[in-house]
């Protein structure tokens, strides 16, 4: 028995954890999420065994505003790919909105409740 953790999941603040969810599971192409008896709660587990993404609902959720420091993002998720271009239409069709495209090797976008998260080429 090691002392040592590892990742379980990285959990997200929302007003609908079973919609965000579904919004991952579409964007990862990821397997159906885990959904806790009372909805408040939704595992999306990660098909290849590393950590997954986990959704809680909370009741006066406010999304963080990118960038601000009145209201900052506080942590976000980097999605490797390898067409930029064909992602970034792809994420847009499925409800994320574009934050930054100045970068050359990476894109910000929120998702449809405003957490911030990057698609990267580098």
């Not at 379980?8 to 579409?26: H, K, N, Q, T, W």
């Not at 574009?98 to 580098?122: I, M, N, Q, S, W």
Request: with cysteine; proline share 11%.
């Amino acid at each position: 028995m090691s002392a040592v953790p590892t990742l379980g999941v990285v959990a997200l603040d929302c007003p609908d954890p079973v919609a965000l969810a579904e919004f991952y599971r579409s964007v990862l192409e990821w397997e159906t999420p885990e959904v806790a008896d009372d909805g408040h709660w939704v595992t999306l587990p990660n098909p290849a065994g590393g950590a997954g993404i986990a959704f809680q609902r909370v009741p006066d959720y406010r999304p963080p505003a990118w960038p601000s420091a009145e209201n900052p993002q506080q942590l976000h998720l980097d999605l490797n790919v390898t067409d930029l271009e064909a992602a970034h239409e792809r994420v847009l069709g499925l409800g994320a909105k574009l934050l930054d495209d100045k970068p050359e090797t990476f894109r910000v976008y929120a998702d449809p409740v405003g957490h911030p998260f990057c698609l990267c080429a580098c």
